[in-house]
């Protein structure tokens, strides 16, 4: 981190002039362990902050001027709070920041000018949400900035307000939600339609967490992810006609789902089925966990993964690959697909002798098979955003 945070103040001072009045802040990705594509179905989820990070350094202007730098891309975008924060199909990675800034103003915070640079250590297009991240890490600079109060899940409700209505990903809260919220040794189980949440004892023993990037960049503003969001939606209101108190498919048992079937397109049911099946893994991992049991908690993992591919159709076959190969080597307990799907990372529950035989047998097969050089990246459960 300490790397981090020089490359960033010097890339500030080289770009801004001096380091006068810096705060820096850092704030985490995730991988979600667990519950895939019910958070925007008031489900649960079951997510860690990694150990990967978007590191920033901001400061205020006297004026109205809004001057932010991208240390990775070494590109900056410039606009005045003066005018509507508008939307930029030129610099799309200014759209994470800007939002944020729209979505504060639209929250009656008066906001002053900036000068923000920001680099990152999440690999893009992961599925370890370095969106969030730098949604949240502005959050939490602007807030020490300009002082105002917002809660953490206030603060998480504003930045993925800023991705569903600024940058048009309609995208759950887990993601803004740990980056806020995580706790090192700690994974998070959510209630997405309260925003209760419990932090769980990620107590694993001789297990380690490992997570492999596929090298298959997803792009989900481009893909199926809000079509699925609408067959969610299209389930429910089939499930409501004769199940009133369905408002969303956290309310409905497969039961109730069994008694809708001839009403409802196959698809759709399979939407259906994976959400409700989903969310009940959810609650028995972290029952597992909580007894110790993680030869349990891998076999939900892989049935995660399973329905993820089947019923919802968000895998692909790099992925299923990586899942496949992962689940020869002895000592994995479990492999599945992590985020919104269509590439990104595999989360595998591996025991620590085992990690020298994955990156020896998986990686190379892997490549062999596809052309690619997947990547592995061992995380414990980190903290949440903080100032540095």
């Known amino acids: ?49 990694i150990g990967y990070d978007i590191v920033m350094a ?11 730098h991208a240390c990775d ?29 729209w979505a504060l103003q639209e929250a009656g915070v008066k906001l002053s000018g900036m000068e923000i640079a920001f680099l990152g250590t999440i690999p893009q297009g992961s599925g370890l949400s370095s969106s969030a991240a730098l949604e949240v890490a502005t959050a939490v600079a602007v807030k020490h900035l300009t002082g105002f109060e917002f809660t953490l899940p206030e603060l998480a409700l504003l930045c993925q307000r800023a991705e569903n209505y600024f940058v048009g990903m309609k995208c759950g809260v887990m993601d803004q ?8 040794g700690y994974a998070l189980l959510i209630d997405c339609r309260t925003l209760a949440y419990e932090r769980i004892p990620l107590e ?12 298959v960049k997803h792009r989900l503003v481009d893909s199926e992810y809000n079509r699925r969001r609408q067959e969610c939606e299209s389930g429910v209101q089939v ?20 008694a809708c079937r001839e009403r409802m397109a196959p698809v759709i049911y399979k939407r259906c089925r994976h959400v409700i099946t989903e969310n009940e893994r959810v609650l028995k991992s972290v029952a597992a966990l909580k007894a110790g049991d993680l030869k349990r908690f891998g076999e939900l993992l892989n049935q995660s993964h399973d329905s993820l591919q089947q019923d919802y159709e968000v895998s692909c076959a790099e992925i299923d690959l990586l899942v496949t190969l992962a689940r020869k080597v002895e000592g994995v307990l479990g492999a599945r697909i ?4 269509f590439g990104g990372c595999t989360v595998n529950l591996i025991h620590a002798d085992a990690i020298g035989e994955f990156t020896r047998r998986v990686l190379p097969e892997y490549h062999k098979q596809t052309g690619i050089e997947a990547q592995v990246y061992i995380s414990t459960a980190a903290n949440g955003a903080e100032i540095l």
Not at 177 to 184: A, C, T, W
Request: hydrophobic fraction near 40%.
């Open 204 to 215: 694993l023993g001789d297990y380690r967490i490992l997570v492999c990037h596929s090298g």
């Open 58 to 68: 901001a400061r205020k202007r006297p004026d109205q001027l809004v001057r932010i």
């Open 338 to 341: 992590t985020g919104g799907g």
């Open 73 to 101: 891309y070494e590109r900056m975008v410039a606009f005045s709070l003066a005018e509507p924060i508008a939307y930029d199909s030129e610099e799309p990675w200014s759209n994470y920041p800007r939002g944020v800034l």
């Open 239 to 258: 499930l409501a006609a004769e199940f009133p108190p369905v408002r969303a498919l956290r309310d409905a048992d497969l039961e109730m789902l069994a």
């Open 1 to 49: 981190m300490k790397r981090e945070v020089a490359m960033v103040t010097e890339a500030f001072a080289k770009v801004f002039g001096d380091t006068d009045g810096l705060t820096i802040v850092r704030a985490p990705g995730r991988v979600n362990l667990i519950g895939e594509h019910t958070d925007y179905n008031d489900g649960y989820v079951f997510p860690m902050a």
């Open 177 to 184: 939600f740990i980056s806020l919220l995580g706790r090192e």
